[in-house]
């Protein structure tokens, strides 16, 4: 019984992960992607706010970048 | 000699022992007095806000100015926003605007930075990826492109060209340095930007200021980190490291960043020079614990030792400086000219 258990969460795992790798965008959109997070970066710098504001939007855009790349 | 030669002998000689060391006395604490006061005491002075003559054409206002560049008549802005170079006579004078929204030539995207090579203006145009060349009435005269998207440009010499960029934070040690020639190519990089695995951390930490020393020298400040001030010669090559004095204030900086705390120290926000001279503003404390542009700048030698303290009427976010003058960017992107009363 544990066994199955065991066997059905590594199955739930692994089909989630292929549901999800399976979304995620070619190589042009990864480019993309890179291409919006770098410049969502260089807006943050060109701001010039103070630190903590800066480190808050730096963030956003790391976020960004990772659903970008998730297809999501 | 009789006796009471001998006693006036020794009473002279007694008396010119105690004279002379009252006298080494007060010379060692005068001394210890003097470098005291030589350790904490730095001049300061005031900078006075100059008038500026108002100006009515809509293209005079600033949206997002990144970068200042002087020259012996003007001063060219880069404006992110506006896509735009903007002119200022001296006096702050709106002059002109050159350059618009786009990628053909002339055209802009999100302007960062400026510099002034003699008859020519070179724009960092960030993100068309390329240094853009002007006349100085604005019209187009070449470009190359750059491999990054270039954040500041500065004129070192006629033939040479220092480019930074913020580096991506997704591979380790991309150079913060570019250096090429007139025609586009690249003549050296280097300086490293630092990866501890945290690409928001890294961001504070990489980020740096860089100032024209003369002759084609160099100064590279690091916003956050130790008192370290690095001049490079035009080649590439680094000259020496530069310990900037304690009387410059450094304020340490927590933020929540991933992993094991970490603190940030920020050292300067903006960074300029004039001959023999850098001034770095150190940042000042913001709605309670944080950090941003400060209201004073130190004037610092090229040993490290601060010379001065030039207390402003506001904050600013960028600036330079020429003699008695500092032309710089207040807190809301206004152009702000400062003369020093000493």
Redesign the interface.
Known sequence: MKKLAVLALVGLVLGAAALTFSMAPDVNEQSLC?RN???C???V??L????????VL??AC?IAFGKCMLGL | MTGADRAAGVGVSAAAAMALLTAVTLALGATARTSGAEETAVPRLKAVEVPRPSNESDEAVLSRPLALALDENDLFMADGQDCAVKVFSREGRFVRAFGRKGKGPGELSFPSGVAVAGRTVLVADKLNSRIQAFDREGRPAGAFPTPFLPDRVYALADDVILVTGNPSGKRKGEPLLHIFDAAGRLRWEGLAASSSGDPVYDAFRNMILVCPAGGGDFYVVFRSGGRTVLRFASTGALLGRITVDGRHRSRPLDLPFKGRKKRLLGFCWAAACDPGLLYLSAPAPVDGKDLGPGREISVIDGEGRMRAVIALGRAVHRFVVEGDRIFAIDDEGELRIFEVAR
């Open positions: 890179n997070h770098a410049e970066r260089e807006y710098f060109g010039d706010d103070p630190w903590y504001k800066v480190m730096l963030t790391d």
